[in-house]
Every structure is written in structure tokens, then in C-alpha cells.
T-cell receptor
Framework: DAGVTQSPTHLIKTRGQHVTLRCSPI?????VSWYQQVLGQGPQFIFQYYEKEERGRGNFPDRFSARQFPNYSSELNVNALLLGDSALYLC???????????FGSGTRLTVV | SQQGEEDPQALSIQEGENATMNCSYK?????LQWYRQNSGRGLVHLIL?????REKHSGRLRVTLDTSKKSSSLLITASRAADTASYFC???????????????FGKGTKLSVIP
């Protein structure tokens, strides 16, 4: 079985631009969560989606948005990029809303 | 905000020695999980301990949980060079009114195992 896949692996964007990150969960997993990990810190929760509905949102500005598709894949969108948005963005899937999570390898976003 | 705080921030040991990492947290939890991360890549789930459990083992890993002190420890026995990584504790707690759960991570312990 394929694990959680994220694309792209690396991305460089300019301040003010928009970015879309993609995540495909493990087959059969209906919950997808997004995390931001700044260098030297632990991951911070951004969103959780379960059965295509937003179930939780972390302390992030409205520039961050996400959605989950009928096949349970998900997109994270960030508008008006700031230098501080440079981070590793991690996607995690789980079969239920809680319990052990399987993380993807992440997308490293650099904003210049 | 970070809920869990790992201690120490960095740990360097010789191969074959045991490594102990501690984690403290602030609020009530459903469970506590430990993850490993190599070189800033994806997180690998190591072990989950539920709030009604006190100790759990998995291979060379031993995790304890003390909910009265809001603390947990991860013990890696007979360490290997391949155990070199960052280790994070994460508390899993319900999001108020949302019917979902959220992982809250600490800043991690950077473990170096010297061959």
C-alpha cells in the first residue's frame, strides 16, 4: 500500500504569490490533517478534514485555506505568501479522527 | 502554541547506551504519541499510549505516562547509530465543539547516537 503522498516535494515562491500543496491519504483513510513545521520547531496544527468537512482549524490567518475532495485527497492553499510562511508542510492521514497518524514526507516551501 | 515540551533539547550518547527523553504537557489528553523525524523530513509514528495506560512497550521502545504529573518519557534501549533523529511527543486531544482531534507537538529532542 502506498503511504501518504505529498506534492510537490520542494517549492520556491515569491512574496505575495499563492501556493497550492497536495496530499493523498492512505487508501481507506478519511481524515486528513495539515501541519506547518518551521525550522527548529515542532509541527503546528493548521487544519483537519474528515469526510470532506473541516473539523478543526489551528491558529492561522485566513490566508490559509484547505479542502478535501470526494476521494479524500486534500489541498492546502496559502495566499499572499510571507517570508514567515517558509516551512515544511506536513500532511497526515488517519482512519478515524484520532489515534495514530501517518505522515507524508512533506513539502518544503521557501518564500523569497 | 506548543503544548508538549521535551527535555532535553539535545542528547548525545554512545551506541549501545540507553536514551531517555521526557515530555511535559499542559491540558487533558485523549492519548500521547511519540514520533521520530529524520533530517527535517516526514514524521514516523513510534508509539501511542492512551490516557488510561501507564506504560507501553514496542521493541526497544518503552513509554510511560503519568497523567497526574502531565508527563511522559520515552526510553530507547541499546541505541544504534540509526536511531539518530529528532523525537517529538504529541498530545491528542479533542477540539472543542468540532468533533475532531488535534495533535499538539513539543519542540522535540535531537538525539545523536555516536558509533
Amino acid at each position: 500500500d502506498a503511504g501518504v503522498t505529498q506534492s510537490p516535494t520542494h517549492l520556491i515562491k515569491t512574496r505575495g504569490q499563492h501556493v497550492t500543496l497536495r496530499c493523498s491519504p492512505i487508501s481507506g483513510h478519511k481524515s486528513v490533517s495539515w501541519y506547518q513545521q518551521v525550522l527548529g520547531q515542532g509541527p503546528q496544527f493548521i487544519f483537519q478534514y474528515y469526510e470532506k468537512e473541516e473539523r478543526g482549524r489551528g491558529n492561522f490567518p485566513d490566508r490559509f485555506s484547505a479542502r478535501q475532495f470526494p476521494n479524500y485527497s486534500s489541498e492546502l492553499n496559502v495566499n499572499a505568501l510571507l517570508l514567515g510562511d517558509s516551512a515544511l508542510y506536513l500532511c497526515a492521514s488517519s482512519s478515524l479522527g484520532s489515534g495514530g497518524y501517518t505522515f507524508g514526507s512533506g513539502t518544503r516551501l521557501t518564500v523569497v | 502554541s506548543q503544548q508538549g515540551e521535551e527535555d532535553p533539547q539535545a542528547l548525545s550518547i554512545q551506541e549501545g547506551e540507553n536514551a531517555t527523553m521526557n515530555c511535559s504537557y499542559k491540558t487533558s489528553i485523549n492519548n500521547l504519541q511519540w514520533y521520530r523525524q529524520n533530517s527535517g523530513r516526514g514524521l514516523v509514528h513510534l508509539i501511542l499510549i492512551r490516557s488510561n495506560e501507564r506504560e507501553k512497550h514496542s521493541g526497544r521502545l518503552r513509554v510511560t505516562l503519568d497523567t497526574s504529573k502531565k508527563s511522559s518519557s520515552l526510553l530507547i534501549t541499546a541505541s544504534r547509530a540509526a536511531d539518530t533523529a529528532s523525537y517529538f511527543c504529541a498530545t491528542d486531544a479533542p477540539v472543542s465543539g468540532a468533533g475532531s482531534y488535534q495533535l499538539t507537538f513539543g519542540k522535540g529532542t535531537k538525539l545523536s547516537v555516536i558509533p
